[in-house]
């Protein structure tokens, strides 16, 4: 294995920089979430029902790999989202053994507006965000 070559600070500074940067949109998205009435991670959970690729409902287990939880957990966190009446489930009419999950229309009400405020937000962080990741490829290489 060949030996990696060190960083140079300009690398340390580009890196430390957009850390920084994606912290603030995330601390964004945090204290969007919780005045919408959401805790971050169950905005997430709406995110990546929403936006599961080519369809609008997911099974337990494909959230809880696009949350990176256990399968218990997942559970647990659309439990308190049926309860706030933002998603529903359904047993799956292919496999009985599968519960699908889709938004509720308040799930997607509250979704569409918390998403128009990142929308905004990227947009304005974007142009920062796209020169540090030019910056890091290009001292990369």
Avoid: C, W
Wanted: charged content about 30%.
């Amino acid at each position: 294995m060949a030996a990696r070559k060190k960083l140079s600070q300009l690398q340390y500074e580009n890196l430390a920089a957009f850390r920084y940067a994606l912290r603030q949109f995330l601390r964004f998205s945090e204290d969007a979430a919780k005045r919408a009435g959401l805790t971050p991670q169950q905005h997430q959970a709406l995110l990546a029902i929403k936006g599961f690729p080519r369809r609008d409902e997911v099974t337990v287990s494909e959230l809880a790999e696009r949350l990176q939880l256990r399968h218990h957990s997942t559970v647990e966190l659309l439990d308190r989202l049926a309860k706030l009446k933002l998603v529903v489930r359904a047993q799956s009419d292919s496999d009985r053994r599968q519960v699908n999950v889709r938004l509720t229309p308040r799930g997607e009400q509250i979704l569409d507006k918390l998403s128009s405020a990142h929308e905004e937000q990227l947009r304005r962080i974007g142009p920062e965000l796209t020169g540090l990741l030019n910056q890091l490829g290009a001292v990369r290489e």
